[in-house]
């Protein structure tokens, strides 16, 4: 075959160093970001603190600096009584009440979470549950899939023969929620998983290539001795073993099993002359320039070595600052489109919680899911009504009888404000509460009932008039 040369033109997608960074700060949470913030001041000289940051107290005009929600005005505003895991006694400093399931998530409610907003048969469903049980605490698959088969055909008589591919099929769902690559079955898979979420370029092709075929002999020969094997550039095979290193072979490493000591609010939604103003809480974040003296010395030094040096931290230092900017507009963006959608539940309560899933934010943004999800992952806000995970304001949708739409959270509202109002001497069955929630339009199975009760920690009609017995 004769050998020749040819001149052509192409474009390509590349993922650079500060896309990849400004999505790894989007899912740090704030306090891992106070943490990364230090650690770049420690490394980067062309990063500083600025002492004097220009701040707006109460009284200044925020007008132009955040977003507005406009609502009607109320004759009443918020009233801080004792609800479901509100107290007004759990104060942050700033008469926000606290929730006291404000705690850091472990990796299987972070997972159900997700499941439960994603449409599917109730059997995947059963399937979907039945993997992540078998998920690990480094986020790796812990079963093969002939136990997972096993486990969820084990005693039940099913309609239709479950075969290895619909465990297969729900299983690549799972492993593309957050964090990527979750449920994989090996190393190999969860990279791969990872490397097909990213934009398709020369480099992306070239890691799955390396990580299909090579990622053994890649730890072993090195970037030189893979370039030989597969006759590809050094710099080729570099650029693509930067990609491999920033992607997670342990995605499940990045949920505690520990409860947060505290939590410090993202957001915090507030209410002056009508308007409701959803504002970026960056008293807990140091603010960060460049150092001008520094920076000044790029262009002025003679010594090659030191310029070099310093305009390498001085790009670093830049895109630092402009990850943090996106993050912090990608998180205002998403918390103000959260408030609109969820207005009535800031006005009335839990009662009035809509359905909401991460794709219908994702289409009024015009983002992707993921990227959704990783904003609201371990981000709060503050709010009159206390202090939420972005993730409590997104649940599943059941269905009314007059065709409508209601949120899980609403139900449990009603089914809490329910048995509250109940006579002590007569609590109400499940079947009771199922009857009475069907009369205001709600319909529900039993079970459900029973589940979401559970959830709630109230025990059975039976428990219920014993204790009151008593």
Not at 206 to 214: F, G, P
Not at 313 to 319: C, P, V
Not at 336 to 350: K, L, N, P
Request: charged share 30%; with cysteine; net charge negative.
């Amino acid at each position: 075959m004769k050998q020749s040369l040819h001149i052509g033109l192409g474009q390509q997608l590349r993922m650079t160093p500060q896309l990849q960074q400004a999505i790894r700060l989007l899912q740090l949470s704030s306090i891992d970001l106070q943490q990364e913030i230090q650690e770049c001041l420690y490394s980067n000289p062309l990063l500083e603190v600025d002492e004097n940051p220009e701040t707006l107290d109460e009284t200044g005009d925020i007008d132009a600096e955040f977003p507005k929600v406009q609502v009607e005005q109320k004759a009443e505003d918020f009233e801080y009584s004792s609800r479901d895991g509100v107290t007004p006694s759990q104060s942050s400093g700033n008469d926000f009440p606290v929730r006291d399931d404000a705690a850091e998530e472990s990796l299987k409610d972070h997972l159900c979470w997700q499941l439960n907003l994603t449409t599917m048969s109730p059997l995947d469903r059963e399937i979907g549950l039945t993997i992540i049980d078998a998920v690990d605490n480094s986020g790796l698959l812990s079963s093969s899939i002939e136990d997972l088969l096993q486990s969820v055909t084990g005693g039940e008589d099913l309609e239709e023969e479950l075969e290895e591919d619909d465990v297969l099929s729900v299983l690549y769902r799972i492993q593309k929620f957050d964090p990527p690559g979750v449920a994989a079955r090996d190393l190999k898979e969860c990279l791969l998983v990872q490397l097909s979420l990213l934009p398709e370029t020369g480099a992306v092709e070239t890691a799955v290539d390396l990580v299909e075929r090579h990622l053994e002999a890649l730890t072993k020969l090195g970037l030189e001795g893979i370039s030989k094997r597969i006759r590809r550039p050094v710099e080729e095979i570099e650029e693509a073993y930067q990609v491999i290193k920033s992607l997670n072979p342990k995605p499940g490493y990045s949920f505690s099993s520990e409860n947060s000591d505290y939590i410090v609010p993202d957001l915090s939604l507030v209410k002056k002359e009508g308007i409701w103003t959803v504002i970026l809480n960056n008293n807990s974040m140091p603010k960060l320039r460049l150092n001008e003296q520094y920076a000044n010395m790029v262009k002025e030094t003679d010594q090659p070595q030191t310029r070099d040096y310093l305009r390498s931290n001085l790009q670093e230092a830049k895109w630092f600052l402009r990850s943090i900017e996106s993050r912090n507009d990608t998180l205002l963006r998403v918390g103000q489109a959260i408030v609109e959608y969820q207005m009535e539940f800031f006005e009335e309560g839990e009662e009035s919680m809509k359905p909401l899933i991460l794709k219908d934010i994702a289409e009024k943004l015009e983002l992707h899911e993921s990227t959704i999800s990783r904003a609201t992952s371990q981000k709060y806000m503050a709010s009159p009504r206390g202090v939420f995970e972005l993730k409590y304001f997104f649940s599943s949708q059941l269905a009314t009888s007059s065709g409508g739409e209601c949120s899980s959270t609403a139900i449990r509202a009603l089914i809490s404000k329910l048995v509250k109002a109940e006579n002590p001497k007569k609590p109400l069955s499940d079947n009771a509460l199922t009857a009475q929630l069907a009369e205001e339009g709600v319909v529900v199975a039993r079970r459900t009932i029973a589940k979401y009760r559970e959830m709630l920690s109230i025990p059975p009609s039976s428990q219920r008039k014993r204790l009151i017995g008593e």
